[in-house]
């Protein structure tokens, strides 16, 4: 049975920095992308960043300068590392694993592709 559990979000003042973890379990990742999700309350789930299995990188807008996206497959987790944290950033941050290889940047960013699924981890940042 695979298992992917976030852990690291908490609640942080604006300007304040999180890592997230994601580890997965029951099967390897090294060779299919992982990513992570968020969804705000009331709002649809959106892309944030992912990670493909040659460790290219795709950034939401949002989040790019801001963000960085690693994975140790040693460890079988990615992690999601969030600094200058605004209030707008508040989300239940989702991770997904298990997208086959795509050939553009906007197949990663859609949640379809992705067949595994975390249980998410709420971040509140303070004003």
């Known amino acids: 049975q695979v298992q992917l559990v976030e852990s690291g979000g908490g609640l942080v003042q604006a300007g304040g920095s999180l890592r997230l973890s994601c580890a997965a379990s029951?099967?390897?990742?090294?060779?299919?992308?992982m990513a992570w999700f968020r969804q705000a309350s009331g709002k649809e789930r959106e892309f944030v960043v992912a990670?493909?299995?040659?460790?290219?990188?795709y950034y939401a807008d949002s989040v790019k300068g801001r963000a960085t996206i690693s994975r140790d497959n040693a460890k079988n987790t990615v992690y999601l590392q969030m600094n200058s944290l605004k209030p707008e950033d508040t989300a239940v941050y989702y991770c997904?694993?298990?997208?086959?290889?795509?050939?553009?940047?906007?197949?990663?960013?859609?949640?379809?592709?992705?067949?595994?699924w975390g249980q998410g981890t709420q971040v509140t940042v303070s004003s």
């Open positions: 990670i493909r299995w040659s460790d290219v990188t």
């Open positions: 997904a694993a298990g997208a086959s290889r795509g050939y553009s940047s906007s197949y990663y960013k859609r949640m379809d592709v992705y067949e595994y």
């Open positions: 029951g099967r390897t990742f090294s060779s299919s992308a």
